[in-house]
């Protein structure tokens, strides 16, 4: 059983879509036979995803669900006609060689931020659209038959989304976990349960991420059926909202005087404030009047690096260079925050949580990174945040932003 998350963000003004996916593969499949795809179109301000199952599981299946969504993403992009689109679909995909169908569901999301969504189903669970913890209907429901595949119909809906909601898309292995399963559950867990989950979870937790309420739809869905995974198991969500901004201070600026402007950077909140370096922290406690404090017990726990100290008030602090070099590691290679060090742990955890990491680069040259005893992958500062920058672009689409004292 594998455990994929994806993710895809976007801000424009001061509004952040957060487009995220939790999937986990069928037991004793070595592939997905769900698919999720992200695009954001930049220059319109527009945001995709494609969500498909293909039929039956494992490799086969995932080549079925992977197509749609290639295919469903780029004639989304290119503003193909819905019915055109599901008729070339349907005609691209291989045979299965014991149905003798080729088919894949899929369910699309396409929004342009200040403006209207629209949602096409074909064979998925009919998406839920919550405002808060209410359901809201859509603007427009109507259905597409297509006279060359006469039994694929087609829902096509357009959805006012507004900020604040959220939208819910997901495979039937969401939806008919336990089914067959359990006797309290003859039908599966079924949409009505699904909408009811989550209201009950953004209830407890309004300002739940969409990271986060994937996940935890598809692991409810995963925990219903205990002991084995009896479908590939995808969710979907997306998230209307104001962006949550992340600040990362790190060396000293090269003049002096500017050490008070520096600090007033880390005053943005506890939750989103990192001070990467000694020289860093110390600065922020000269400036801020705050104290860094580390429990002894941590230096147990850290892993191999220092641990992770608190500023009072500000946020936290780590070793500067070291735990950078292994948070880009963790970036570039994709690995989950768990298997870290605690300072790059916490570091991760706290990107992950954040649509925009701004980070705040002292240019004043530590000596002690000159020293050529140091391994030759110790790169300075402006390096290894200009990689880390391209990692956090690239692999989770963050927006990322560098200034220099």
């Known amino acids: 059983m594998a455990d994929l998350a994806q993710n895809s963000q976007g801000v424009a003004g001061d509004l952040f879509i957060e487009m995220e996916a939790a999937q986990f593969t069928k037991t004793g499949q070595a592939a997905c036979g769900d698919d999720v795809r992200f695009l954001t179109v930049e220059k319109e301000n527009r945001h995709l995803v494609a969500l498909s199952d ?15 969504t290639a295919m469903a993403i780029e004639f989304l992009k290119s503003n193909i006609p819905t019915l055109e689109a599901v008729e070339i679909i349907m005609d691209s995909l291989p045979i299965c060689e014991v149905r003798r169908i080729g088919y894949a569901t899929f369910s699309l999301f396409d929004f342009r931020l200040g403006g209207k969504a629209r949602i096409s189903e074909m064979g998925n669970p009919g998406y839920i659209h919550l405002r808060g913890v209410e359901e809201v209907q859509p603007l427009k429901d109507g259905q597409i038959v297509s006279e060359h595949w006469p039994d694929r119909e087609v829902r096509e809906c357009e959805v006012d989304f507004r900020a604040g909601d959220r939208i819910i898309m997901c495979s039937d292995g969401v939806t008919q976990s336990g089914l067959g399963v359990r006797k309290d ?75 008070a402007d520096y600090a007033r950077q880390a005053l943005l909140g506890p939750d989103h404030v990192v001070a990467c ?12 009047g705050a104290k860094v404090k580390v429990r002894l017990a941590d230096m147990k726990t850290a892993g191999g690096l220092p641990p992770v100290g608190t500023i009072e008030g500000i946020g936290i602090a780590t070793e500067g260079i070291l735990t950078l070099g292994r948070v880009l590691s963790a970036l570039e290679q994709m690995r989950p925050p768990e298997r870290e060090p605690a300072a790059a742990r916490a570091i991760l955890e706290r990107m992950m949580r954040h649509d925009r990491i701004e980070f705040v680069i002292g240019t004043k040259v530590n000596e002690s990174h000159q020293d050529p005893n140091i391994p030759q992958d110790l790169e300075l500062r402006r390096s290894v945040v200009k990689r880390i920058a391209a990692a956090l672009e690239k692999n989770y689409r963050k927006k990322v932003t560098v200034d220099y004292y």
């Not at 293909?54 to 749609?68: D, E, R, W, Y």
């Not at 370096?277 to 801020?288: F, Q, S, W």
């Open 54 to 68: 293909g039929l039956g599981s494992g490799v086969k299946a995932n080549v079925l669900a992977t197509m749609t």
């Open 185 to 259: 559950m003859k039908f599966g867990w079924r949409r009505s349960g699904v909408l009811e989950f989550a209201r009950e979870r953004i209830a407890r937790e309004p300002d739940i991420s969409a990271r986060d309420l994937s996940l935890a739809i598809a692991r409810q869905a995963l925990n219903i059926t205990p002991g084995a995974c009896k479908d590939d198991i995808s969710c979907a969500v997306v998230y209307l909202r104001r962006p949550r901004v992340m600040r990362v201070l790190t060396g000293p600026p090269f003049y002096k005087e500017h050490d």
């Open 277 to 288: 370096g000694g020289t860093t922290a110390n600065i922020l406690e000269r400036e801020l």
